[in-house]
């Protein structure tokens, strides 16, 4: 089964600053790849997406995320953090069996220090 | 956004009854999934449906049933409520293959379990 690994559950950047959310993801065959953001007392929506086009796949919000098969990870980055960047981020990784599902991280709180 | 509502946002329940919970959506998706947010844990899917009267298990099924009679009505149903079910459930809904298409989330709903 696919799974993905969030490295750090909360993470504090200062306004301005690089943002790095961490993700790895076990799988024998590339997976497809996604990021989510959940704002507070929301669903989630999407951020961006890999489905095995360009490795470096750009997001809303001047997100953007690089698919490194060799370090198996999807890494995402912001170049200079927001105060309205802060919420919750989930990484998840489709299930590649037909099975039409997504397995999410453990999620990472990003925190917008002023 | 894909049109979806959840109902109720917010209950209360004692341990041992019964609670249904309902996602509608308007945009005709064939693919609707509910799933439970808890600390620590991301997001964690109970049970899914890939269309009227098809329904499967997830992770987190035990204790839970699923009814979908029309496409746009996906209904969640705790047998008998214990205060392990306490937890925000969120309704989503992609339009294709989950794989590459955008899964939308509902704006979910708080249970407590007493």
């Known amino acids: 089964a696919q799974s993905v690994t969030q490295l750090g559950s909360h993470v504090s950047v200062s306004e301005g600053a690089l943002v790095l959310l961490r993700c790895n993801y076990s799988?024998?065959?590339?997976?497809?790849l996604f990021w989510y953001v959940q704002y507070p007392n929301q669903g989630l929506q999407l951020l961006l997406k890999?489905?095995?086009?360009?490795?470096l796949v750009k997001g809303i919000n001047g997100f953007e995320a690089e698919f490194k098969k060799s370090e198996t990870s999807f890494h995402l980055t912001k170049p200079s953090a927001h105060m309205s960047d802060a919420a919750e981020y989930f990484c998840?990784?489709?299930?590649?069996?037909?099975?039409?599902?997504?397995?999410f991280g453990t999620g990472t709180r990003l925190t917008i220090i002023p | 956004d894909a049109g979806i509502t959840q109902s109720p946002r917010h209950k209360v329940t004692e341990t041992g009854t019964p609670v249904t919970l309902r996602c509608h959506q308007t945009?005709?998706?064939?693919?609707m999934y509910w799933y439970r947010q808890d600390p620590g844990h991301g997001l964690r899917l109970i049970h899914y449906?890939?269309?009227?009267?098809?329904?499967d298990k997830g992770e987190v099924s035990d204790g839970y049933s699923v009814s979908r009679s029309k496409t746009e009505d996906f209904l969640l149903t705790l047998e008998s409520a214990t205060s392990s079910q306490t937890s925000v459930y969120f309704c989503?809904?992609?339009?294709?293959?989950?794989?590459?298409?955008?899964?939308?989330f509902g704006p979910g709903t708080r249970l407590t379990v007493l």
């Open positions: 799988s024998s065959v590339p997976p497809y």
């Open positions: 945009e005709n998706h064939r693919y």
């Open positions: 449906s890939y269309g009227v009267k098809d329904t």
């Open positions: 989503a809904t992609v339009a294709g293959p989950i794989s590459t298409d955008t899964q939308y």
């Open positions: 998840a990784v489709s299930d590649l069996g037909g099975n039409e599902k997504l397995t």
């Open positions: 890999y489905t095995s086009a360009a490795t």
